[in-house]
């Protein structure tokens, strides 16, 4: 049997529209942990903001994987070492700053120390996407009116927070006035997510999984949000949920049912515990 790496987006792939992982859905993901496959997490979250799902899955007793930040993380479970990262340096914040005061956007980094103060840092009024990113995290929230000072030290992500119908077009400036050295993405609509030049979901794998003991080919990536293109797209078999963007069943190899309709057990069945072969 060769060693299968399920790679899991969590909002909107693993987990359904309330935030759980459904029955079927961890019953199929025991299942191939018990069989020997190894299974991944793969979020722009940060590192805090995905233990519940971590504990959850009993990834420390299965060797389980989190990759967070949209790859400027990972973690190995068991050991509960990290396994790679990447920060960007504290002096890419300002302009990042100066930017959103210019476009009145909101924009939050992580405090240093997130294991001993796992709060969200605000640059500016907290609006209702950064109370979001708190929320879902299960993270607090500061304004800090400091904020350059503050952040004197390197990051693994900002995030800028905009009207999800001009969310687009920021996003394209940024990439054109500072793609030369850091990355630049949406994860949803109202999120611009900023990292390390070189990182992304995909790259991070791809520095990972000879570590992890797996082959490109026998990577299975699943997907729903514009953050997920890259690994969907690099992975052997890469999966689209039902509810995914077009522009990510776009680059799929293969569209499972929805994230309310255990989307992730379809692929577990199919391409692990069936193993089935990639589609055409």
Known sequence: MEKKLLVLDIDGTLVNNKKEITPRTKEAIFAAMEQGHSVMIASGRPTPGVQRYVEELEFARFGGYVLSYNGAR????????????????????RPLYEYAMQHDLGIITYEKD???????????????????????????VRERSDFLDYV??????????????????????????YGDTVNVMRSEAFFIEVTAKGIDKARTLERVIGPIGVSQYNTICCGDG????????????????????????AVADYVTASNEEDGIAEVVDKFILNAEEIPD
């Open 74 to 93: 990972v973690q190995d479970c068991r050991s509960g070492k990290d396994i790679y990262e990447k920060k960007m340096s504290h002096r890419m914040v």
């Open 114 to 140: 997130m294991s001993v103060d796992p709060q969200v840092i605000s640059g500016r009024r907290i609006d209702e996407y950064i109370q979001l990113e708190a929320d879902i995290n299960r993270l607090g």
């Open 152 to 177: 004197n030290y390197d990051v693994y992500k900002v995030l800028l927070t905009a009207n999800p119908a001009e969310s687009e077009k920021y996003m394209k400036e940024l990439q054109k006035l």
């Open 226 to 249: 514009f953050n997920d293109i890259s690994m969907v797209r690099y992975a052997g078999v890469g999966v689209a949920m039902g509810n995914a963007k077009d522009e990510v069943k």
